[in-house]
């Protein structure tokens, strides 16, 4: 078998270098130096043989390839530029498509491993030239795809985040694992180019580790979302200095720092003009690489010292995901565990970012709900280390629905207790059952309730709560809870008061006063309700044309309410509301309007009146007035006393917010 490496010495690539343990003064330091760099030598000869002979490569070959890369200049110059926007163009439209097999298809296009080997190659063998030449290339591609995937998000009719994007947004070391892998099958591919088909496989490695994240970066400036484009350029960076330290690493093992490249390089400084900008920035980059302190640094040390600034984002990604894979695990086994435990079950949960989700429903009590809730908030807290948001909703079991749905027989009228005895009973009933199975915690407290005669002794239950409109679960739980008390039928209607703040800017503010006005209109109806407004300081005020007409209109409105039921401050930038509970003394006894909405027929199964959002109201600050579609009868009955659930307003008279 013939011996792959040469038979001759190889020359020293750095110029001055000693050439045995004799050369320099004679001093006993310089004599130990040279003994240090000639072991060095012999390190490096050692190295470069057993490479060249593990991949059956002949010295001579490596001299061949890095000429060839030097006489490559200006060459196919045409067919580069335009795959490389063939690429771009078919990874961005692959990425917004979310289609893994187009972006896969668009890097078998991509040409951008020419300048990468090259930049690798430049560095390993001092050469201004093929280092500048491919800088340029390089940047000028980046600059182009970016540019390009920009302007086709930019005119695209949708602008969603795929999960193809997403996925290049959150680099780990996983990523750079997956660049290393890559410059090794780049850096084989150049020095052992025999196979067209392992030229085509380097190239989209190449593609693939580049080519999506620039256009996801494009993408990211598209949208103006900073998350997208910023995680994008990280993994750009990271690929694009692991693949280049890996090559620089690979091409020194076998050998490439040995092979001159001063004639090529000497006539690429005679063919620019003696005063230009090309002739200046070669001779100041061969000046770096030709120096002893700085040559070897810049050219070896530094490729590999530039992937440290990534690791700690990288590092972080990582344990990222990580957690979030076993925190998965914990959970699908605790959902798993507690749905084998129920009949009726059916659960969503989330892990994302560092919040754990989770939405249940089962059928069974508010009490075994709230039990429920209890259990799986302790149990993924442990298993997650982060406080879970748990939601579990009680539905109505299939005894207490069907008792919903059967006809009931009707006893004769004159069988019956006169209607005040009934309804006095009745209102007994419900208070107890209401005290213990309204849902507070996902319906807002509870203001105040009455009852009333319906049609043929039906009874009305009439709801007002400080909260959002509740589903069609909560009035079948209610139904099948006091149903059994009503033997005519029982009709629960809900009437909600939003909490949520209306904010108007200064110059807005004309358009934010009728929403006060309904606001003060539903604190001056609900006894246990007060309304919190926050008005802009002065300087606001006068900044902005008629805000100050709007806050005078706005305090005489709050003086029409007793002073309990209203917090006024005006410290703010904008124009604020919001209504909340207050204290009122042992009671929260309120007069509900004669037709609130969303009714539940006899025993608590949904009627056909649901609000709507079209009608007046729906939505907003005190929209618990009276609905055109409700058939009630206009006098409201008898009041039942809630008792006080309502927190103290906080010291000094502020709102809680």
């Known amino acids: 078998m013939t011996d792959p490496t040469p038979s001759e010495p190889e020359a020293p690539s750095e110029p001055g270098t000693p050439a045995g343990p004799g050369a320099g003064s004679g001093s006993g330091a310089t004599s130990e130096s040279s003994a240090l760099i000639d072991a060095f030598r012999r390190a490096e000869d050692f190295v470069h043989v057993r490479a060249l002979r593990l991949l059956n490569l002949q010295a001579h070959e490596r001299e061949t390839q890095v000429h060839l890369m030097l006489a490559n200049r200006q060459r196919g110059l045409v067919e580069y530029w335009t795959f490389l926007m063939l690429s771009m163009a078919i990874a961005t439209l692959g990425l917004a498509m979310d289609s893994t097999t187009v972006v896969i298809g668009a890097m078998l296009v991509s040409p951008l491993m020419g300048p990468i080997v090259e930049f690798a190659m430049g560095l390993v063998v001092g050469s201004p030239v093929l280092t500048l030449r491919s800088t340029l290339r390089i940047t000028g591609s980046v600059v182009a795809v970016v540019a390009g995937a920009w302007l086709i998000t930019v005119v695209l009719p949708f602008q969603e985040i795929t999960s193809e994007v997403a996925a290049r947004t959150q680099p780990t070391l996983l990523d750079m694992a997956l660049a290393v892998c890559v410059a090794l099958a780049a850096a084989l591919t150049t020095v052992k180019a025999r196979s067209e088909t392992n030229i085509v496989a380097a190239g989209a490695a190449i593609g693939i580790a580049l080519v999506p994240p620039i256009c996801v970066v494009g993408f990211g400036l598209g949208i103006a979302d900073p998350e997208v484009y910023v995680g994008a350029f990280l993994l750009l960076v990271t690929n694009f200095f692991a693949i280049i330290a890996v090559g620089v690493v690979s091409f020194y093992l076998l050998g490439y720092e040995r092979v001159s490249v001063r004639p090529w390089d000497d006539e690429a400084m005679a063919a620019a003009p003696p005063r230009s900008l090309t002739r200046r920035v070669l001779g100041g980059v061969e000046r770096v690489f030709g120096s002893r302190r700085t040559g070897l640094l810049f050219r070896f040390v530094l490729p590999v010292l530039l992937v440290a600034p990534v690791w700690r984002p990288l590092s972080a990604g990582l344990r990222q995901i990580t957690w979030e894979a076993q925190t998965r695990a914990a959970v699908s086994e605790i959902m798993s565990e507690v749905e084998s435990q129920y009949d009726e079950f059916d659960t969503e949960w989330s892990v994302s970012g560092e919040r754990v989700s989770v939405s249940t429903y089962l059928v069974g009590s508010v009490a075994t709900a709230d039990s429920l809730r209890g259990r799986l908030e302790t149990r993924i807290a442990a298993a997650s280390g982060v406080q879970p948001d748990v939601e579990v909703n009680a539905m109505p079991n299939y005894s207490a629905m069907q008792r919903a749905v059967e006809p009931r027989a009707r006893e004769p009228v004159g069988a019956q207790d006169p209607p005040e005895i009934e309804l006095a009973r009745i209102r007994g009933e419900f208070a107890a059952a209401l005290e213990r199975t309204w849902p507070s915690s996902a319906y807002g407290a509870l203001l105040g309730w009455h009852v009333q005669l319906g049609d043929a002794g039906s009874v009305e239950l009439h709801i007002q709560h400080l909260g959002p409109e509740p589903d069609a679960g909560a009035g079948l739980l209610l139904g099948s809870v006091l149903g059994p008390q009503v033997p005519r039928g029982l009709t629960i209607r809900f009437d909600p008061i939003d909490t949520a703040t209306v904010r108007a800017a200064p110059e807005e503010s004309v358009a ?146």
Not at 569 to 598: I, K, N, Y
Not at 602 to 624: D, K
């Open 512 to 657: 934010w006063l009728p929403t006060l006005a309904q606001g003060v209109a539903t604190a001056q109806e609900a006894q246990g309700v007060r309304v919190c407004v926050t008005l802009p300081d002065d300087s606001a005020l006068q900044r902005a044309e008629g805000a100050q007409a709007v806050a005078d209109a706005t305090r005489a409105l709050l003086e029409g309410l007793p002073r309990d039921r209203y917090i006024l401050s005006a410290t703010g930038d904008v124009f604020e509301m919001w209504l909340e509970p207050r204290a009122v003394g042992g009671s929260a006894a309120v007069t509900l309007p004669s037709s609130p909405r969303q009714p539940v027929d006899s025993a608590g199964l949904p009627g056909a009146e649901m609000p709507g959002a079209g009608e007046p109201g729906a939505g907003e600050p005190g929209a618990g007035g009276p609905s055109a579609s409700s058939a009630v009868p206009s006098a409201p009955g008898p009041l039942a006393a809630v008792p006080d659930t309502t927190q103290a307003p906080p010291a000094g008279g502020a709102c809680g917010r």
